[in-house]
């Protein structure tokens, strides 16, 4: 079954991964736009976009994992899953700064006083050297220097968890649930996945 999948993504272009992906951002700000997104549809789309780069990452976490455990191989994806993590990053913080804060100078100061967007506002930055170096040039430019760079995934995804576990008012179940997923598949390439059995 593994086999016949893996047969069959290696015939799907990356180009597809793509459009599908990108698909949802439109559609949500279309839904925005017309009432679709309740009674604060900035605030909702904002989340919405945020949640999609946190499942994105967590999908980018998870290709390795699944390729080692279970012979599915999807690292022909593991780059589009990427850079639209980065692209649904942007999204979420264009809406928060264009639509939602809309003045400059509070912009700076939330970004200080409130720890959730201080996080937040540090995996971004982090995410920009990835997705610029994200092509076949720099990977040859870069080398063995290039894995090491891209490690900085490992902390982005940690600091987007902690920014939605932060974001949330009270305890609440599903950003620590991102959290302890995101910690899990950490876990399992700090250990040698070949030492790992399944039940």
Do not use: C
């Not at 999204?91 to 509070?106: K, N, R």
């Amino acid at each position: 079954m593994v086999d016949r999948l893996n047969t069959w993504m290696r015939r799907v272009p990356t180009w597809v991964v793509y459009v599908l992906l990108a698909v949802p951002a439109p559609w949500l700000f279309y839904l925005g736009l017309t009432g679709g997104l309740g009674v604060e549809p900035i605030k909702a789309l904002e989340h919405e976009y945020g949640e999609l780069a946190l499942k994105l990452l967590v999908v980018g976490l998870a290709i390795t994992p699944l390729r080692r455990l279970v012979g599915l191989n999807l690292l022909k994806f593991r780059r589009a899953v990427g850079l639209m993590s980065f692209f649904y990053v942007a999204a979420h913080l264009l809406v928060w700064l264009v639509l939602d804060v809309q003045q400059l100078s509070l912009i700076w100061a939330d970004i200080v006083k409130r720890p959730y967007i201080t996080v937040g506002m540090a995996a971004f930055v982090l995410m920009i050297p990835l997705a610029v170096t994200s092509t076949n040039g720099w990977v040859r430019r870069l080398g063995a220097r290039w894995r090491q760079l891209h490690k900085l995934t490992y902390l982005v995804a940690s600091l987007g968890a902690l920014h939605f576990v932060l974001l949330a008012k009270g305890l609440q179940i599903e950003p620590l649930v991102y959290l302890v997923i995101i910690l899990a598949l950490l876990a399992l390439r700090m250990r040698p996945l070949s030492r790992v059995k399944l039940a």
